[in-house]
């Protein structure tokens, strides 16, 4: 049985360069995981679901256990002093760690504290994403938008954690996705699955069906393509849709599938923030053997321009984001 402390450790030797700070910042993540983990499992008892009543930045209701997240991620990175400054979706702006610690270290974090928060109430899973990059300002000074603003493809690390019937976290640093079980009698996160790779091809298609009429034509075709019955081609795919990116990713990693939040009439860019949800998911999905993309273009490559930035956004099995992609294209 081999801890995430451990396995941490015994990687941190991949890299020659390593000082450590990663792993500092990791234990950070594990650490106050495990206490929004406590809480969230307390939901039903304690005064800690439904809304506070304020709505974020970009205009969506803050759940109670949003901010209780967003605070514990926000008070563990600063408190390990290995992280110089945090961005989340929770924040109108980034948050600089001024201390002579926060300063002198070389990370930044973005983050979704917690996302899918509305599906706590009904006690269905939810998660949390994270994004780690090196700065790009000198040590020793205060972080700037620009460290922030940087395509995915400068990940050092991302990964989640998912609250569902048992507790995961799940990262990458670059060389595989490695995922790791907490023993809830023990407050531990044990490895249970190495190196995890999602199948090339799968049953099930995520998509939020609802939307369907303000779909672009070739995401309409390309849902109707999952429909058709082709048993050859194992379609008609099954239709899954927790509402909670997390879930619903975490399902199509191990057994395959794709997951799409495509652009609508009414919102062109789609829903998901490139910075917090997209590019962490897009490390792990490629890391896995899988693929993240607008329909048209690498996440990974995306140039941010702003924080809140959303894209238009599917993963999943290579084989089945190629498809769609295709008929996304040969539709436009
Ligand atoms: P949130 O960060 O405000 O929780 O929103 C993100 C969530 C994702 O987890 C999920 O995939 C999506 O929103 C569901 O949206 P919808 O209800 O429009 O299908
Ligand atoms: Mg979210």
């Known amino acids: ?19 450590g700070e990663l792993t ?50 926000k008070a563990a990175l600063e408190a390990r002093g290995e992280v110089c400054g945090v961005a989340s979706e929770e924040e109108d702006d980034f948050v600089s760690f001024d201390s002579a610690r926060g300063v002198n270290s070389k990370y930044v974090v973005l983050m979704d504290p917690l996302d899918g928060s509305s599906n706590i109430d009904v006690n269905v899973s939810v998660g949390t994403i994270f994004s780690i990059y090196r700065r790009i300002s000198p040590v020793g000074t205060p972080v700037i938008l620009e460290d922030f603003l940087q395509p995915g493809i400068k990940q050092v690390a991302a ?48 998509i939020n069906e609802g939307n369907y009429l303000k779909f672009p034509l070739g995401v309409k075709k390309y849902i109707k393509f999952c429909q058709e019955i082709v048993p050859e081609d194992n379609r008609p795919y099954t239709s899954r849709y927790i509402g909670s990116l997390v879930a619903d990713f ?61 894209v238009p956004f599917m993963c999943g099995s290579a084989d089945m984001v190629k498809a769609a992609e295709k008929m996304i294209q040969d539709n436009p």
């Open 159 to 206: 990964g989640y954690v998912i609250y569902g019937s048992s507790t995961m976290l799940v990262y990458t640093t670059g060389n595989g996705v490695h995922g790791f079980t907490c023993d809830p009698s023990l407050g531990v996160f044990y490895l249970s699955h190495e190196n995890m790779k999602q199948p090339t091809t799968g049953k099930c298609y995520s």
């Open 1 to 19: 049985m081999i801890t995430l402390g451990e396995y941490i450790i015994e990687k941190q030797h991949d890299f020659p360069e390593a000082s």
């Open 24 to 73: 500092g910042l990791l234990g950070a993540i594990r650490l106050a995981s495990k206490i929004v983990n406590r809480e969230i499992n307390k939901a039903g008892i304690a005064n800690i679901i439904g809304s506070t009543g304020v709505e974020n930045i970009q205009g969506e209701t803050q759940q109670k256990l949003d901010l209780y997240a967003n605070d514990k991620f």
């Open 250 to 310: 975490h399902r199509n990693l191990l057994k395959g599938g794709i997951f799409m939040y495509p652009s609508t009439a009414q919102a062109p860019e789609g829903k998901l923030r490139l910075l917090y949800e997209c590019n962490p998911i897009a490390f792990l999905a490629e890391q896995s053997g899988g693929i993240a993309s607008t329909g048209s273009k690498r996440i990974m490559e995306i140039d941010p321009t702003e924080l809140h930035q959303r």
